[in-house]
C-alpha cells in the first residue's frame, strides 16, 4: 500500500443552485454549499485523516471547498496546489445558460450527450468534453500528484464535477460507456487507497453520493 488521495467535488455553487452551466465561470459557493464543505470537513475529521498537500482549481468555489475543509480538520496553513489542469470542463457556449431551458430547446437527449458523454463535446470553439477534460487532468494527475501519493503522502484535491469524473474514470476503470453513468455528489470525500502500481487498493465514500445528478 501507498499513500491515500481525497477527492471532493465543491460545494454548491451560486450557478448550481439557478441550474445554470458553469464550466469556467467563476461563481462563488451559496450559504449551502458553504455548509456541504463543511459536512465533508467534519466527514474526513472523523475519518482522523492529515493531509500533506492539497490541490485544487482556479476557479474560487474548489478553492474556498479547499480552504474550508482544511480549516475544519485543522490545517488551514497547509501547502495547496492551484491549477487550471483541474478546472471544470469548459461548457462552451452552453455556460450561463439554464440546463432546463436547455433542455427545452435542444431536448432531454441532446443536453443528457453534452454533460455526460464521453466525447461530444459541448457546442462552441473552446467546449470541452470529456475526454478533452482528460487530456489536461490526466497528464496533471500523472506527474505532479500520482508521484506524492505513490512516495506514501497524503493528497487532497478539490475540483469540479466534470474533472473529477476524468479522474475517477481511469481511477475506476469505467468504459467510456460506463462514465455516462457517473455521477459526483457536492462535498462528498472519496477515499482512495493506492497500490504502489497505481491502481486502487480501497475506495470509501465518506457520505451520500445517490442525490447527485
Ligand atoms: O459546470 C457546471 O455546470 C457544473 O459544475 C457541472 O455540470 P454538469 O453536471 O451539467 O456536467
Known sequence: MSGTMVLVRHGQSE???KNLFTGWKDPDLTELGIEEAETGAKALK??????DIAFTSVLVRAEKTCQIILDGIGQSDLETIHDQALNERNYGDLAGLNKDDARAKWG???????RRSYDVPPPGDDGESLKDTGARVWPYYMTDILPRVLRGQKVLVAAHGNSLRAMVMILDRLSTQEVTGLNLATGVPMVYKL???????????LGDMSGAH
Open 15 to 17: 450557478w448550481n443552485k
Open 46 to 51: 472523523d475519518y482522523g485523516i492529515k493531509f
Open 108 to 114: 432531454e437527449e441532446q443536453v443528457h450527450i453534452w
Open 195 to 205: 497500490n504502489p502500481d497505481s491502481t486502487v487498493a480501497s475506495k470509501e465514500v
